[in-house]
């Protein structure tokens, strides 16, 4: 990809992504992941957190945050959007189900929505909720 108008297509999409991927996660990153790591190690040596499990390190930098959630700490948390509100019955049914996981099935369904394994304290950053609905058709 020489310009920024080159069209992606079969023959170059395998370079587009890996650009793009560079983009975000190598070279576009870098200045702030160099200034991270030197001031970490002002700190605590990096290299020091090998010895840690990534669990470890979850509790090391967030805390045990092992309240089961309720209704209430969701409806909180969450912020429905795309013509959906903390009423709809798609919500509503949800959190329900959401209220029903365990600590670790929090985490895990947390941390697949947004990269984080807690939802954000007191609801202060609501996590805003997308439902799409799907239509299956017959071909």
Same mark, same amino acid.
Request: include cysteine; proline fraction near 4%.
């Given at each position: ?6 069209? =992606? ?17 190598? $070279?576009g990153?870098?200045? $702030? =992941?160099?200034?991270?790591?030197k ?9 020091h ?25 969701l409806? @909180?948390?969450?912020k ?12 509503? @049914? ?41 239509? =299956?058709?017959?071909?």
């Amino acid at each position: 990809m020489d310009t920024p108008s080159d069209i =992606v297509n079969l023959d170059n999409v395998d370079m587009y992504i890996k650009e793009l991927y560079n983009a975000i996660f190598g $070279q576009g990153i870098l200045r $702030q =992941v160099t200034a991270f790591r030197k001031g970490f190690n002002r700190v605590f040596s990096i290299e020091h957190l090998g010895a840690f499990e990534v669990e470890e390190l979850s509790l090391l930098f967030g805390g045990i945050k092992a309240e089961l959630w309720t209704k209430e700490i969701l409806m @909180n948390s969450i912020k429905a959007d795309h013509g959906y509100t903390l009423e709809s019955r798609e919500v509503q @049914n949800l959190i329900a189900i959401m209220t029903d996981f365990t600590p670790k099935e929090q985490r895990i369904f947390i941390r697949f929505c947004t990269g984080s394994p807690q939802l954000p304290l007191g609801g202060k950053h609501p996590i805003t909720l997308l439902i799409l609905t799907l239509t =299956v058709t017959q071909v």
